[in-house]
Every structure is written in C-alpha cells, then in structure tokens.
C-alpha cells in the first residue's frame, strides 16, 4: 500500500514536469482499417514479444496503462486475470504494456500473479505509433484490437479499469474473434 501511495506520487509529479517542460509532439491517430504498428517488446515473462509472431494466426488485444504499481492500473491488471478464463476461450493473445522498464513490470506482474505478459516500452517508441502517449509521458489507458490481417479492429479510449477484462471479452464477441473449442 505504502509503495502504490509513493509510486503513485511520484508519477503525478512526473507528470506535472513532462506536461509543463515538454515540447509538443504530432499525435498518430490510428482508426479501425488502419495496419497495427508493429511491436516487439519485453514482457514480464521474460521473453520478447512481436506483433509479427501473431499475424496470420490469431487476434492481439494490447491493453495501454499508464504506471505499474498505481491503483487504476493495479485493478485493470487484476480484472484481465480474473477474466483470464473467459478471455482464453477466443483465438486471441493479449497483453498489458506501458513505458514502465522490463524488471518494474516483472515485479509489477508476480505482485499480481498475472496470467499473461506486461510489456515494456520503456522508451516509448511504440506507445507514440499507437498514439497512446500524453503529455505527461505516460500512456493513455487505451486499448487496441488487432486482427488476425494485423489491421486494428477497434480501439477502446473509454476504458473502466476495474471492469476491463470483461469488457474486453464483450468487445472480441461482437467483433466476431473466433471462439475456441
């Protein structure tokens, strides 16, 4: 508790300083159609992740937070591992990510017992081809549905961390994401 009040400060301020001291950048705007950026990213697990590695084989659901150790993005975290169960029935691999660096988000994740990767950007590199990234230098918490042609299928920027997993189960059904046996 008394770590997330620290953090939690801490990124506040970072914020205040990165919005106030910071140029202002051209923002991508991505839409449904457009060809997802590509990304390759460490993940808590430890191993690199590529968007490349999934297309032709299944949908990605990158989900954008904003800090590890934060409150909105504890229980957005927490609610894709409690629907872990409902979200591993399609043919889909998703993600958490944000700008925090690859050993944050690893003891971010075993705090959590996540069940699927947190990646890391922590230059920030891909959060701005997704368009993600505010002033502060956090990312919005935005999340991305990619097809399986690697093309975004629907992005959620209205994203209610707390209920976020089923919310995202909700969306691959009425996209259509095809459901395993």
Same mark, same amino acid.
């Given at each position: 508790?008394? #770590?997330?009040? #620290?953090?939690? %400060?801490?990124?506040?301020?970072?914020?205040?300083?990165? *919005?106030?001291?910071?140029?202002?950048?051209?923002?991508?705007?991505? +839409?449904?159609?457009?060809?997802?950026?590509?990304?390759?990213?460490?993940?808590?697990?430890?191993?690199?992740?590529?968007?490349?590695?999934?297309?032709?084989?299944?949908?990605?659901?990158?989900? !954008?937070?904003?800090?590890? =150790? *934060?409150?909105?993005?504890?229980?957005?975290?927490?609610?894709?591992?409690?629907?872990?169960? +409902?979200?591993?029935? =399609?043919? @889909?691999?998703?993600?958490?990510?944000?700008?925090?660096?690859?050993? *944050?988000?690893?003891?971010?994740?075993?705090?959590?017992? @996540?069940?699927?990767?947190?990646?890391?950007?922590?230059?920030?590199?891909?959060? #701005?081809?997704?368009? +993600?990234?505010?002033?502060?230098? =956090?990312?919005? #918490? !935005?999340?991305?549905?990619?097809?399986?042609?690697?093309?975004?299928?629907?992005?959620? *920027?209205?994203?209610?961390? %707390?209920?976020?997993?089923?919310?995202?189960?909700?969306?691959?059904?009425?996209?259509? +994401?095809?459901?395993?046996?």
């Amino acid at each position: 508790m008394l #770590r997330r009040l #620290r953090v939690t %400060a801490a990124a506040i301020a970072t914020g205040i300083a990165r *919005t106030l001291l910071t140029r202002r950048e051209a923002s991508v705007q991505l +839409v449904p159609g457009d060809r997802a950026p590509a990304f390759e990213l460490k993940g808590s697990d430890g191993r690199l992740h590529r968007l490349a590695d999934h297309v032709g084989r299944s949908a990605v659901v990158l989900a !954008w937070f904003p800090k590890a =150790f *934060t409150g909105g993005c504890t229980a957005e975290c927490r609610s894709l591992t409690s629907s872990g169960d +409902v979200l591993r029935r =399609f043919d @889909v691999k998703y993600f958490a990510a944000s700008v925090d660096d690859p050993d *944050t988000n690893t003891e971010f994740a075993a705090s959590l017992g @996540v069940d699927y990767p947190i990646l890391s950007d922590p230059d920030g590199t891909v959060a #701005r081809a997704y368009g +993600v990234m505010a002033a502060s230098g =956090f990312p919005h #918490r !935005w999340t991305f549905f990619i097809g399986v042609d690697g093309r975004v299928l629907a992005i959620d *920027t209205q994203v209610s961390a %707390a209920s976020h997993g089923t919310a995202i189960a909700d969306r691959l059904r009425a996209l259509g +994401v095809r459901e395993r046996l």
